[in-house]
Nanobody, 117 residues
């Protein structure tokens, strides 16, 4: 069965960095777009970034552009999100999702990122 397992979240001070990972299994990882989506406390889901199946193209929400970098290692079935210059408004649960282009069919369990001094 499809599994997506995120890790790497935690508590970080404003201006700090974190790197999230998402290990995929149960499907041909290298054949699919992948996305990161987040949910801040009391708010709805917000798309953060996505990446083509071969990693050739990446896209970002305006709120994270220039600070976050999405990448993937298809040999390791792993998706990454490098987050730099973190702000308090980046506090959220971050999910990786298998991206069908217009929807997501599988999600991970999420990893909490808290940005606070």
């Amino acid at each position: 069965q499809v599994q997506l397992v995120e890790s790497g979240g935690g508590l970080v001070q404003p201006g700090g960095s974190l790197r999230l990972s998402c290990v995929a299994s149960g499907f041909t990882f290298s054949s699919y777009y992948m996305s990161w989506v987040r949910q801040a406390p009391g708010k709805g889901l917000e798309w953060v970034s996505n990446i083509y199946s071969d990693g050739s193209n990446t896209y970002y929400a305006d709120s994270v552009k220039g600070r976050f970098t999405i990448s993937r290692d298809n040999a390791k079935n792993t998706l990454y999100l490098q987050m730099n210059s973190l702000k308090s408004e980046d506090t959220a649960v971050y999910y990786c999702a298998k991206d069908l282009g217009s929807s997501y069919d599988y999600w991970g369990q999420g990893t909490q990122v808290t940005v606070s001094s």
